[in-house]
């Protein structure tokens, strides 16, 4: 949607294409990349801005490609790296971005590096590109520190050296599939910058960067403060392994690289990075003009559905993020978290029976509520045909490898990465032609009232809300103006203004309220009555004049001004 002064990133509405689950283009069951180039042109009538890509790099799969064997080049599983190519031109062609994942923090015990470094010995250079260290007590028996992995259990494991004896520890901050790098050694910067020239020379507009708080430990490797809570949450926390100052200097590098790209070309690239950080400001420290171009802005995502907390957290980013120059980059699904739609069927009260419908409708708000902030959006694949979380997958086919670190089957994220339904009435509902039993994880039968066929011949459904979304905010100029006035509302409402034109409230209550402006909307998430918002429900409106000229709104519950001036970029 961007202006042509401004570079399409800041703004731009990307879709999360997880590769297993998105179509399988061969018949083996797992979606591909010949898959994926199949469902560009549905990606470009939705009218997203381009695609963000999951691993697709040699892997043994222990954490689905996020455990990567070699960073330049393609898994068989999803094809070869013709067929990245041709999705690059296909993508082009269309109008559409491609982003790659990138995954620096970790690679797999079977990359060659990690390979070397066991056979190599304690204290071999092929050793320092890892975090190799010896045991604790008498034979070394106890890991080096007290560090929990993400994912449970502890974060070390002890290897057998070559003459087949427990040996030295290498730490892993998520499964012991994924040893982490050490980027205290210059070697591996320079092999990630070639990494990215590798991509960037075939044509990616940018990269998304797995867990990019982490790359740089504390160098003495302390123990944590508070092993239990860092193993507690699934973000990072242990203050020790994350977070690190000198993580810094690498998106200075990555940045220059990207730049440099750029000015051969004119072409825009980005880095949008996974930073999960304690709070906004600590994640604009990562968005200086020097460093990466994004960063999600997951604090959003974890928000429940709240009228003063949804305020509170887009004001925060506004304040802390958007008025340093950086857009926000802002997300409320991707393949590690259960799906909107179940996530917000509960109930305010704790206890209270789920309830899909209400699911459904706030979700639908929430993403009228999402593409109608100034900065970027990431949409995740199933989002826009307003799928649910399958929650009852059998034990016996989870894969993630979180469930086998702690077996806890409800900490899973398997469910939100279940195939996507495409066309028919029953499974694998266009997905593949390889029959259902074939598909890595099993469709339930209910995906036939989620087929992108069945919810793009009916008016009224998600998929055409997010399509018109998506065209209104490219072509509504309001739209391109960076940022937001918010409006006087009742406390279950939250409504902004921006550009001086347009007005989108939200309603969390499920109670019909008053809606804060007169006049029919340009868009809305469920049905509206002139002058009311549904229950659970968002509205968009054009106005002509500036909010309350009506003189029949409701009283004010607040006024804050948060405009924000956009710097521009350097500033
Ligand atoms: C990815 C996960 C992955 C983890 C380890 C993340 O943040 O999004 O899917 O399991 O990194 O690579």
Same mark, same amino acid.
């Given at each position: 949607?961007?202006?042509?002064?401004?570079?399409?990133?800041?703004?731009?509405?990307?879709?999360?294409?997880?590769?297993?689950?998105?179509?399988?283009?061969?018949?083996?069951?797992?979606?591909?990349?010949?898959?994926?180039?199949?469902?560009?042109?549905?990606?470009?009538?939705?009218?997203?801005?381009?695609?963000?890509?999951?691993?697709?790099?040699?892997?043994?799969?222990?954490? #689905?490609?996020?455990?990567?064997?070699?960073?330049?080049?393609?898994?068989?599983?999803?094809?070869?790296?013709?067929?990245?190519?041709?999705?690059?031109?296909?993508? #082009?062609?269309?109008?559409?971005?491609?982003?790659?994942?990138?995954?620096?923090?970790?690679?797999?015990?079977? #990359?060659?590096?990690?390979?070397?470094?066991?056979?190599?010995?304690?204290?071999?250079?092929?050793?320092?590109?890892?975090?190799?260290?010896?045991?604790?007590?008498?034979?070394?028996?106890?890991?080096?520190?007290?560090?929990?992995?993400?994912?449970?259990?502890?974060?070390?494991?002890?290897?057998?050296?070559?003459?087949?004896?427990?040996?030295?520890?290498?730490?892993?901050?998520?499964?012991?599939?994924?040893?982490?790098?050490?980027?205290?050694?210059?070697?591996?910067?320079?092999?990630?910058?070639?990494?990215?020239?590798?991509?960037?020379?075939?044509?990616?507009?940018?990269?998304?960067?797995?867990?990019?708080?982490?790359?740089?430990?504390?160098?003495?490797?302390?123990?944590?403060?508070?092993?239990?809570?860092?193993?507690?949450?699934?973000?990072?926390?242990?203050?020790?392994?994350?977070?690190?100052?000198?993580?810094?200097?690498?998106?200075?590098?990555?940045?220059?690289?990207?730049?440099?790209? &750029?000015?051969?070309?004119?072409?825009?690239?980005?880095?949008?990075?996974?930073?999960?950080?304690?709070?906004?400001?600590?994640?604009?420290?990562?968005?200086?003009?020097?460093?990466?171009?994004?960063?999600?802005?997951?604090?959003?995502?974890?928000?429940?559905?709240?009228?003063?907390?949804?305020?509170?957290?887009?004001?925060?980013?506004?304040?802390?993020?958007?008025?340093?120059?950086?857009?926000?980059?802002?997300?409320?699904?991707?393949?590690?978290?259960?799906?909107?739609?179940?996530?917000?069927?509960?109930?305010?009260?704790?206890?209270?029976?789920?309830?899909?419908?209400?699911?459904?409708?706030?979700?639908?708000?929430?993403?009228?509520?999402?593409?109608?902030?100034?900065?970027?959006?990431?949409?995740?694949?199933?989002?826009?045909?307003?799928?649910?979380?399958?929650?009852?997958?059998?034990?016996?086919?989870? &894969?993630?490898?979180?469930?086998?670190?702690?077996?806890?089957?409800?900490?899973?994220?398997?469910?939100?990465?279940?195939?996507?339904?495409?066309?028919?009435?029953?499974?694998?509902?266009?997905?593949?032609?390889?029959?259902?039993?074939?598909?890595?994880?099993?469709?339930?039968?209910?995906?036939?009232?989620?087929?992108?066929?069945?919810?793009?011949?009916?008016?009224?459904?998600?998929?055409?809300?997010?399509?018109?979304?998506?065209?209104?905010?490219?072509?509504?100029?309001?739209?391109?103006?960076?940022?937001?006035?918010?409006?006087?509302?009742?406390?279950?409402?939250?409504?902004?203004?921006?550009?001086?034109?347009?007005?989108?409230?939200?309603?969390?209550?499920?109670?019909?309220?008053?809606?804060?402006?007169?006049?029919?909307?340009?868009?809305?998430?469920?049905?509206?009555?002139?002058?009311?918002?549904?229950?659970?429900?968002?509205?968009?409106?054009?106005?002509?004049?500036?909010? #309350?000229?009506?003189?029949?709104?409701?009283?004010?519950?607040? &006024?804050?001004?948060?405009?924000? &001036?956009?710097?521009?970029?350097?500033?």
């Amino acid at each position: 949607m961007a202006t042509p002064s401004v570079p399409w990133w800041r703004d731009a509405v990307m879709y999360q294409v997880y590769l297993r689950s998105f179509r399988d283009g061969n018949g083996d069951g797992v979606g591909d990349l010949r898959g994926a180039r199949a469902g560009l042109p549905y990606l470009a009538t939705l009218g997203v801005d381009g695609l963000w890509l999951s691993p697709c790099f040699p892997s043994p799969q222990h954490d #689905h490609g996020y455990d990567v064997a070699d960073y330049c080049a393609v898994d068989p599983l999803f094809g070869e790296l013709d067929d990245v190519d041709r999705l690059l031109a296909d993508a #082009h062609a269309l109008g559409l971005k491609v982003i790659l994942d990138v995954v620096p923090n970790h690679c797999s015990t079977e #990359h060659p590096r990690f390979r070397e470094a066991v056979l190599a010995g304690p204290g071999s250079v092929a050793r320092e590109r890892f975090h190799f260290a010896d045991g604790h007590g008498a034979d070394g028996e106890l890991p080096p520190n007290n560090w929990r992995a993400m994912f449970g259990g502890p974060a070390w494991t002890r290897i057998q050296e070559a003459d087949g004896r427990p040996g030295q520890w290498y730490l892993h901050m998520f499964t012991p599939h994924q040893p982490d790098w050490n980027w205290r050694n210059p070697e591996v910067a320079n092999h990630f910058d070639d990494v990215l020239r590798f991509w960037l020379d075939r044509g990616v507009d940018g990269f998304r960067i797995d867990v990019a708080v982490g790359l740089f430990k504390h160098p003495a490797l302390p123990d944590s403060p508070d092993p239990a809570a860092d193993e507690e949450a699934r973000d990072a926390v242990n203050p020790l392994a994350w977070n690190q100052p000198e993580v810094h200097q690498v998106w200075r590098r990555w940045r220059a690289i990207c730049d440099m790209y &750029t000015a051969s070309d004119g072409r825009e690239r980005t880095l949008v990075g996974e930073v999960a950080v304690p709070t906004p400001a600590d994640q604009a420290r990562y968005l200086r003009p020097d460093e990466l171009h994004q960063a999600f802005y997951f604090d959003l995502l974890h928000t429940p559905w709240d009228a003063s907390a949804f305020r509170q957290r887009i004001g925060a980013a506004m304040r802390d993020i958007a008025s340093t120059g950086a857009p926000v980059t802002w997300v409320l699904n991707n393949h590690d978290q259960q799906r909107t739609v179940t996530r917000y069927s509960r109930g305010a009260v704790l206890g209270e029976k789920p309830d899909a419908d209400r699911g459904t409708a706030r979700a639908r708000a929430a993403a009228l509520l999402m593409l109608a902030l100034p900065g970027s959006a990431y949409l995740y694949q199933g989002e826009e045909l307003g799928l649910p979380e399958v929650t009852d997958l059998p034990p016996e086919v989870l &894969t993630d490898p979180i469930v086998t670190a702690t077996g806890e089957p409800d900490r899973g994220r398997d469910g939100c990465r279940v195939p996507l339904p495409w066309s028919g009435t029953q499974a694998p509902f266009g997905f593949s032609d390889a029959p259902p039993e074939r598909s890595w994880l099993p469709q339930p039968g209910w995906f036939a009232r989620y087929t992108v066929q069945r919810l793009r011949g009916d008016g009224g459904s998600c998929w055409h809300l997010y399509r018109d979304a998506l065209q209104l905010r490219r072509s509504l100029s309001p739209l391109h103006d960076p940022g937001l006035h918010w409006l006087p509302s009742p406390p279950e409402v939250v409504a902004f203004a921006r550009g001086g034109k347009f007005v989108c409230a939200v309603n969390f209550s499920d109670a019909q309220v008053t809606a804060p402006v007169c006049g029919k909307p340009v868009l809305s998430s469920l049905p509206c009555d002139d002058g009311k918002l549904a229950a659970n429900s968002a509205a968009w409106w054009l106005v002509d004049n500036p909010p #309350h000229a009506c003189g029949q709104c409701p009283p004010s519950h607040e &006024t804050v001004d948060l405009t924000v &001036t956009w710097k521009g970029l350097g500033d």
